[in-house]
């Protein structure tokens, strides 16, 4: 039998459709676990980053920070949390608690410099007229820079959002849920079927996301549009790091 | 909590593993920047191809890695291309997008300079636009060496003949979460990603001596 053959076949099979090892409950895990680790690393990151590209400072720290983050291989972060993660709860802790860590070290970076340097380039001249007006620093930075600063923010956010669908497969290995059990399993079963169903849907997923953050940019550049948006960033092209 | 009887008797494994591991994300990055060039220039050449190049590119950036490879398992086997090829994959993202917005970012004053010099095209291409290209470039190579020392840890995925350092990861949690053969993975990993990345800084810094390394790079909104 062949690839395209066996994975319509695994992919069709009503016992794939129900159930705790089914595709809608893997779909799920997944999509939860992606969500809460995007949650926690936006509370972590978006505050910092803004805070930073409106006040100047800190940006060194943020740099170091971004980029120590962004050059940790996700399997390793996964490794050295385990041994801290089974202590805090044993059961969580050996599933899937270490895979969301990773996941908010992997989103942090690509959030915490976008918002940064969204606000960062935000033309000085609108600021200063928020000023002028008499808007507190809170209302400048809610006022203007953030809409302005919109698009490039949401870059981030999207570069993280795909990253951690991509990258919370890894997971699987260490026994957590989601769509990476296919894979793991898959491939532990030698069942091509399942490897290639698994594939699809996690593909099929991440672009998704890609497109719903696409979307929600798109809404806020034409809303920075008419309030004469700075120029997007864009010097390292295309989302930094992948799953690794 | 560290077994230490156990780390001195796995010197020399740790140390073939770290070999291991740098062998296959040199080979990775070093034929990705070859295709690389090669796509960059034909689209810079041909500015048609670029959005479908990009998009592509874009496109294969959302497949997980842990996916590609269990993908290719049913094709290459168990074989070093199995291992190669979506490393060599990701790289290309990386690199064809930093060429071409190298090849981009040269002002257009400097390429009618060079035209008013009685440059060809190619001459122009290989003496003006790539020279100038080069910080960006450097920048891409940069990230994609970091990613794929990153990556080459998940090839231990396809099986226990590959993975570098990411070996130990696996055969660790594999024996019940043995947290000094995690750990003897994970921190040298680490390591060498870091280390990667220092070089790349310091390169970047004699090559744009003039130029302050820009702290922080947006990515492309």
Not at chain 2, 127 to 136: D, N, Q
Not at chain 2, 211 to 219: G, I, K, V, Y
Request: charged residues 10%; proline residues 5%; glycine residues 12%.
């Amino acid at each position: 039998m062949n690839l395209v053959a066996e994975t319509a076949a695994w992919l069709t099979n009503p016992a794939q459709w129900a159930g705790q090892a089914g595709i809608p409950n893997r779909l799920l895990e997944h999509v939860l676990i992606s969500s809460i680790s995007l949650a926690v690393a936006l509370l972590l990151a978006l505050p910092a980053g803004l805070a930073i590209g409106h006040t100047g400072r800190g940006a060194g720290l943020a740099a170091g920070v971004a980029n120590l983050g962004r050059s940790l291989p996700s399997l390793a972060v996964i490794a050295l949390a385990i041994p801290v993660t089974v202590r805090i709860d044993p059961v969580l802790g050996g599933t899937v608690l270490p895979t969301l860590v990773a996941m908010v070290v992997l989103a942090v970076p690509p959030i915490l410099v976008n918002a940064y340097t969204g606000v960062a380039e935000v033309d000085r001249d609108l600021v200063e007229a928020g000023r002028g007006m008499g808007m507190r620093e809170r209302e400048i930075l809610s006022g203007i820079e953030l809409p302005v600063a919109l698009p490039v923010v949401l870059g981030g956010v999207r570069s993280a959002a795909v990253q951690i669908v991509a990258t919370a497969t890894l997971g699987a290995i260490f026994g957590s849920g989601g769509l990476g059990r296919f894979l793991v399993d898959g491939i532990a079963q030698n069942d091509d079927g399942q490897v290639f169903g698994g594939v699809l849907l996690v593909a099929m997923l991440a672009i998704a996301t890609e497109a719903a953050v696409e979307i929600l940019q798109r809404l806020a550049r034409s809303g920075a549009a008419g309030r004469g948006s700075g120029s997007t960033a864009a010097i390292a092209p295309g989302p930094p790091v992948l799953g690794a | 909590m560290i077994d230490w009887g156990w780390l001195a008797g796995h010197v020399d494994a740790i140390a073939y593993r770290t070999g291991q591991h740098l062998y296959l994300a040199a080979i990775a990055v070093g034929v990705g920047f070859a295709i690389s060039l090669v796509l960059a220039l034909v689209a810079a050449r041909r500015r048609v191809l670029y959005p479908p190049i990009s998009a592509l590119a874009g496109i294969l950036y959302t497949i997980p890695s842990l996916a590609l490879f269990a993908a290719l398992i049913s094709i290459t086997g168990f074989s070093v291309v199995t291992a190669e090829v979506p490393l060599v994959m990701y790289t290309l993202v990386i690199l064809v997008r930093n060429i071409v917005a190298g090849l981009d970012g040269v002002p257009a004053e400097v390429l009618e300079a060079a035209d008013g010099m009685g440059h060809t095209r190619r001459q122009r291409l290989w003496r003006v636009e790539l020279p100038l290209a080069v910080p960006l470039i450097v920048a891409g190579l940069r990230l994609a060496t970091v990613s794929t020392i990153g990556l080459v840890t998940i090839t231990g995925t396809i099986s226990d003949a590959f993975g570098g350092l990411g070996y130990f990861i696996l055969d660790g949690y594999h024996r019940g979460g043995f947290p000094t053969e995690m750990y003897a993975g994970a921190l040298p990993s680490i390591l060498l990603a870091l280390g990667a990345d220092f070089l790349f800084v310091r390169a970047q810094r004699r090559i744009t001596p003039w130029a302050q390394t820009r702290a922080l790079e947006a990515t492309a909104s």
